[in-house]
């Protein structure tokens, strides 16, 4: 029960940390810098505002839409989800599958936005070399226990700058994780059956509206 309830507590902190990394422009930022400033700006966009935001799911989501849908390479992290059966997926279905997917992400860790705490995270020297495409910005998460929590942070460099498509707690990548679900339920069913699914969950909204 405890093991669980730990778990659930990380698992809440995972889109908050998310919107800090890529709440803000990073062409021209080393990713270090994005964290930090980014923190900034996330404290501020939810000052004075939780608990309206707590009552107003669809408030929170377009919140989160703002800020998190330029900044997070959505398609990449859907690619590395679905892996051999993207290859074989036709356009429409990794269209659907991308938008489906990214709006399932923000409904499952919504609520973890409203347990931001930028006190509680510290940023640790990036030791990365940023001449390759992809980095690992570190960080250190403290809970209300003391613990304290390796979150790291895989960015890819695109055209428009540094962008996030994966959070690893301690030792864990949110990809894989997804990704082993998603293999299981399609081997089950099918793609389109979880294309369906979650688009029925998320009440059809399109990422792109």
Same mark, same amino acid.
Not at 153 to 182: C, H, L, P, Q
């Given at each position: /029960? ?15 940390? &998310? ?7 990073? #062409?021209?930022?080393? =990713? ?5 400033? *980014? #923190?900034?700006?996330?404290? #501020? *966009? ?14 929170? $989501? +377009?919140? &989160?839409?703002?800020?998190? /849908? ?7 992290? #859907? ?5 051999? $059966? ?10 659907? %599958?991308?938008?489906?997917? $990214?709006?399932?992400?923000?409904? @499952? %860790? ?14 640790? =020297?990036? @030791? ?5 495409? %992809?980095? +690992?910005?570190? +960080? ?9 929590? =390796?979150?790291? $942070?895989? /960015? ?11 959070? &690893?707690?301690?030792?864990?990548? %949110? &990809?894989? +994780?997804?990704?082993?679900? /998603? ?27």
């Amino acid at each position: /029960m405890i093991i669980r309830a730990r778990e659930k507590l990380v698992k809440r902190i995972i889109l908050a940390a &998310i919107l800090g990394l890529c709440s803000l422009s990073v #062409a021209a930022q080393a =990713p270090n810098d994005v964290v930090s400033e *980014a #923190a900034d700006l996330l404290d #501020a *966009a939810l000052k004075d505002r939780k608990e309206e935001l707590a009552a107003d799911k669809d408030a929170l $989501y +377009t919140l &989160i839409d703002g800020i998190l /849908m330029p900044r997070f390479d959505r398609e990449f992290a #859907a690619k590395n989800v679905l892996r051999e $059966y993207w290859k074989s997926a036709d356009p429409g279905q990794r269209e659907r %599958y991308v938008n489906a997917f $990214y709006q399932s992400l923000v409904r @499952r %860790y919504a609520e973890g936005v409203l347990e931001f705490d930028q006190s509680r995270i510290d940023i640790l =020297p990036f @030791r990365g070399d940023l001449s390759k495409r %992809y980095v +690992t910005v570190k +960080t250190i998460v403290r809970l209300d226990d003391g613990t304290k929590v =390796p979150v790291h $942070y895989e /960015m890819k460099k695109n055209e428009s700058g540094w962008m996030i498509f994966d959070v &690893i707690i301690e030792g864990i990548s %949110y &990809i894989r +994780t997804f990704r082993a679900e /998603m293999k299981a339920e399609i081997q089950r069913s099918s793609l389109d059956a979880v294309i369906e699914r979650l688009e029925s969950e998320v009440g059809g909204v399109n990422a792109d509206e």
